[in-house]
């Protein structure tokens, strides 16, 4: 019998059942004969026959095809160790690097990159003895380190209310800050821009959501913040003038 007992997006506790049937049980769940529980304290998200838990709070858990920050903490003979976050590091290999063939015995790897660099990469596996592989073919900024900006660090779990529906949330404080945003999957937030300023308060309103993520009309809280500190920048002299937005639909900008 094909069943499922929750709803998507469903706060659940360990042990909760989930499903039963031909359903494929994702991260945070366990299957027990043909039933699926929770494992963890987190979201329901069912897709398709697919069922998973995200966690509410802990580390980072990788899943194959997640876009992720990551900073080098090691260049070896052949690869990089990268911090994801995650309980465990990450591996970039040489040839999941770079489009061109490397002779590593002729290569100083730290001239692709260097311990601290921050990069934006892809999972491309993870198996049962906890081995992370990351590559970085095909990202964007040609899948070079990061320059510059910082990194602000939120609960995994939230990354979909920080993009917002349609990216609405994440546009909003992009266009308002005239920041460059990335936002790892991992939860964590690449935040560049021409002014530190500007970059602070892009952190803030990141962090604003972090916190409050759970409550409704969020959107308009965070539109208000930063109309509230541009209008104070644009008083010390640090702004000329404040960005127009235009404003939403009804319905829009609150959804995940």
Do not use: C
């Not at 015995?105 to 999972?123: C, N, P, Q, V």
């Not at 990335?182 to 935040?191: R, Y």
């Amino acid at each position: 019998m094909r069943r499922i007992f929750v709803k998507n997006r469903e706060l659940v506790v360990p042990g909760t059942l989930l499903a039963q049937g031909p359903f494929k049980s994702g991260r945070g769940t366990f299957r027990e004969g043909n039933r699926i529980y929770s494992t963890v304290v987190g979201l329901v998200e069912i897709r398709g026959d697919a069922i998973r838990v995200i966690p509410l709070e802990g580390p980072y858990i990788p899943e194959v095809g997640d876009n992720v920050l990551g900073k080098i903490t090691d260049v070896r003979f052949s690869n990089w160790s990268v911090d994801i976050g995650a309980p465990y590091e990450a591996n970039l290999r040489v040839q999941d690097a770079t489009e061109e063939r490397i002779d590593i015995l002729k290569t100083d790897l730290r001239k692709i990159f260097d311990i601290g660099d921050i990069i934006y990469a892809r999972i491309k596996a993870y198996n049962e003895i906890n081995q992370i592989d990351l590559t970085t073919r095909g990202m964007p900024f040609k899948g070079g380190p990061l320059r510059g900006g910082q990194i602000v660090k939120i609960t995994p779990s939230k990354v979909p209310r920080l993009i917002g529906k349609g990216g609405s949330m994440i546009n909003l404080i992009k266009k308002l800050t005239g920041t460059r945003i990335i936002v790892g999957q991992n939860g964590w937030v690449w935040v560049s821009g021409k002014k530190e300023e500007m970059e602070k308060l892009a952190i803030e309103a990141i962090l604003k959501v972090n916190r409050e993520s759970h409550t409704q009309g969020l959107t308009d809280r965070v539109k208000e913040l930063l109309m509230t500190r541009l209008q104070e920048l644009k008083e010390q002299g640090v702004v000329e003038e404040i960005p127009q937005i235009e404003e939403p639909n009804a319905g829009e900008g609150e959804g995940e």
